[in-house]
């Protein structure tokens, strides 16, 4: 889309930034993880009542990590301790009052961290059973993410503290001198967003890796005052206006007057007045507008949270961090695309780059801030007026 079509507004600079911009890929803080939820869930037939021993030992057979006694009906029973990594042997038992409690088969399921890690089945008449198996973190797990961490998708909100100039544009150079103007960068991802921290996770609960990105992206922006643009006459703030001699102050009349309307009109004859604070709170206004209306329609209509959510990896898909991330990039750099997309499209649709009604609403001169500055002003000035005991209105 043509440069000229993302241009909509104007504004002043709090502060020069000049950032180059790249989406880093930071490197994962490695946690491994050592404690396992173990849970040992039974399904047996032939005797459905029964009274179930269970002991679950590390390989040295030093203190059981599990010693119970229990009563068991319905055919089934669920055992589980918190356990390390290592090798575990299991026995389980079955008895009752009446008889030796054998079951026809038995059918051990064993859990790590809710995730399946090994099923045993066993037929014939048992009455104890017995075997071992390997507790061990997946090869995910040293990528595990912080206990507290959840994820969230980012929010968007506009740097404007860019400078004419910035990346070769200066509209202040336009044949049309403006005094000011709002320009938001939406060409390509490099030079749209600034620097953000892009990474991965595994969450081991959901056996799912997990996207984990900074909490807030900034698009550049350029709002800024074009200062060469200006006439004799500047009025940065309202104090400024005391200052105004009596030959002059009924031309500041006429001029704060013109404010009220779009494109500012200070009649002929007079000397002009560029009242600075209007300017960059007309400006401000196009960044807000921006941040708070444009912004959330296109990530709606982009589907860019829905677009994030087909990040679904578990650790048997992918358990090389670095495809991971990979696959990760990929899906939300083609986020971004698309929301890019219809950012264009929102800029484009209320301000055509073609389109020479642009009107007092549309181009935020009736804003409250911007009025309310302007009647503000013309206030001061009338003060001024009568501080100088003149009449302008003869």
């Known amino acids: 889309m043509p440069i000229s079509n993302l241009l909509f507004g104007q504004v002043v600079i709090k502060e020069r930034v000049k950032v180059e911009p790249k989406i880093e890929n930071k490197q994962s803080n490695l946690r491994k993880e050592s404690l396992h939820l173990l849970e040992l869930k039974l399904t047996w037939s032939g005797n459905s009542d029964v009274c179930l021993t269970g002991q679950l030992y590390k390989r040295d057979y030093s203190n059981p990590a599990l010693d119970v006694v229990l009563f068991a009906s319905g055919g089934s029973a669920s055992l589980s301790s918190n356990v390390f990594d290592g090798m575990y042997s299991y026995s389980i038992g079955f008895s009752n009052i009446n008889s030796s409690g054998r079951v026809a088969s038995l059918k051990i399921e064993i859990y790590r961290d809710n995730v399946l890690i090994e099923t045993i089945n066993s037929t014939g008449k048992i009455q104890r059973t017995w075997g071992i198996f390997w507790v061990k973190a997946p090869p995910c797990a040293s990528h595990a993410c912080d206990d507290n961490y959840i994820y969230q998708p980012p929010t968007f909100e506009v740097n404007g503290n860019y400078p004419n ?230």
């Open 165 to 394: 100039g910035y990346n070769n544009f200066n509209h202040c150079d336009d044949s049309k001198k403006p005094q000011g103007y709002f320009y938001v960068f939406l060409n390509d991802i490099e030079t749209a967003f600034e620097p953000f921290t892009l990474d991965v996770c595994y969450n081991s609960n959901r056996d799912k890796w997990q996207i984990k990105v900074d909490n807030n992206i900034k698009i550049r922006a350029i709002t800024d005052i074009c200062i060469n643009n200006l006439g004799s006459n500047v009025i940065t703030k309202i104090e400024e206006v005391d200052n105004i001699s009596k030959e002059l102050i009924c031309d500041a009349l006429v001029a704060i007057k013109g404010y009220k309307k779009y494109p500012v009109s200070q009649s002929m004859g007079f000397a002009n007045f560029d009242f600075t604070e209007i300017f960059w709170a007309h400006e401000l206004a196009h960044q807000t507008e921006f941040e708070t209306e444009m912004i959330p329609v296109a990530l709606s209509y982009s589907n860019f949270n829905k677009n994030l959510a087909l990040f679904n990896l578990s650790c048997n898909d992918e358990n090389d961090i670095n495809d991971v991330k990979e696959e990760a990039n990929e899906l939300f750099n083609n986020a971004l695309e698309k929301l890019l997309e219809q950012l264009r499209i929102e800029v484009h649709f209320r301000y055509p780059s073609n389109n020479p009604g642009r009107t007092l609403k549309n181009e935020k001169q009736n804003h409250l801030k911007v009025q309310y500055l302007v009647d503000k002003y013309e206030i001061r000035i009338k003060k001024r007026m009568k501080e100088l005991n003149i009449n302008c209105y003869k």
